[in-house]
């Protein structure tokens, strides 16, 4: 089975410019996840997704981030205007169902974006 | 956001010895779950609870869910250097995937052959 895909796998751009992930979770999970990891620290859920309806985004800057999961399946998050602060691991991870015991989120490797 | 405690931050130990952390919270959770992270690679599920008071094992792993369900445990045996990592643990206060998977900030794990 194949994991959650993610790209680019780095990214290295200016504060105010725009950047955009894209992530492809595991064939048939309902529930699309993307977590930020500042350098030292554990994963911070930003959105949640069940199917294509947004379940959580209250941890989402919503000034400048935004993300979708239009068909319900791949997902694009973009940040536009970047800061410096966004410099982090963006994560994204999927789980297959809604029932309580099959809700384990699986991650994808991640990409590593620096705002310089 | 709501962070779980998780301790130690670090454990440097001698290859073959045994490992414990934990993880606490002043709120209930109906979910536990611990991950193993590797430099530049997402976290991997070990482990997965779901009861109180469960005890669950994964080779060389075992973890608990905590009576108060305040709390969780990872026990890791005889450790050997590909244990090296960082281990999070991850709880989820509801049932069912719409509630929130909320991370401890992790336990930084070296091994010493």
């Known amino acids: 089975e194949a994991g959650v895909a993610q790209s680019p796998r780095y990214k290295i751009i200016e504060k105010r410019q725009s950047v955009a992930f894209w992530c492809n979770p595991i064939?048939?999970?309902?529930?699309l996840y993307w977590y930020q990891q500042i350098l030292g620290q554990g994963p911070k859920l930003l959105i949640q997704?069940?199917?294509?309806?947004?379940?959580?985004d209250s941890q989402l800057p919503k000034d400048r981030f935004s993300a979708e999961r239009l068909k319900g399946v791949d997902s694009t998050l973009k940040i536009q205007p970047a800061k410096l602060e966004d410099s982090a691991v963006y994560l994204c991870?999927?789980?297959?169902?809604?029932?309580?015991?099959?809700?384990?989120?699986?991650f994808g490797q991640g990409t590593r974006l620096t705002v310089v | 956001g709501q962070q779980l405690n998780q301790s130690p931050q670090s454990m440097f130990i001698q290859e073959g010895e045994d490992v414990s952390m934990n993880c606490t919270s002043s709120?209930?959770?109906?979910?536990w779950l611990w991950y193993k992270q590797d430099p530049g690679e997402g976290p991997v599920l070990l482990i997965a609870?779901?009861?109180?008071?469960e005890l669950t094992s994964n080779g060389r792993l075992t973890a608990q869910f905590g009576i108060t369900r305040k709390d969780s445990f990872l026990n890791i045996s005889a450790s050997i250097p590909s244990d090296v990592g960082i281990y999070f643990c991850?709880?989820?206060?509801?049932?069912?995937?719409?509630?929130?998977?909320?991370f401890g900030k992790g336990t930084l794990l070296t091994v010493n052959p």
């Open positions: 064939s048939g999970h309902a529930t």
């Open positions: 991850a709880g989820r206060k509801g049932g069912g995937s719409n509630y929130k998977l909320t």
């Open positions: 991870a999927s789980s297959p169902g809604t029932s309580r015991m099959n809700t384990e989120a699986f």
């Open positions: 709120s209930i959770f109906n979910t």
């Open positions: 997704f069940q199917n294509n309806g947004v379940v959580d």
């Open positions: 609870l779901y009861k109180a008071g």
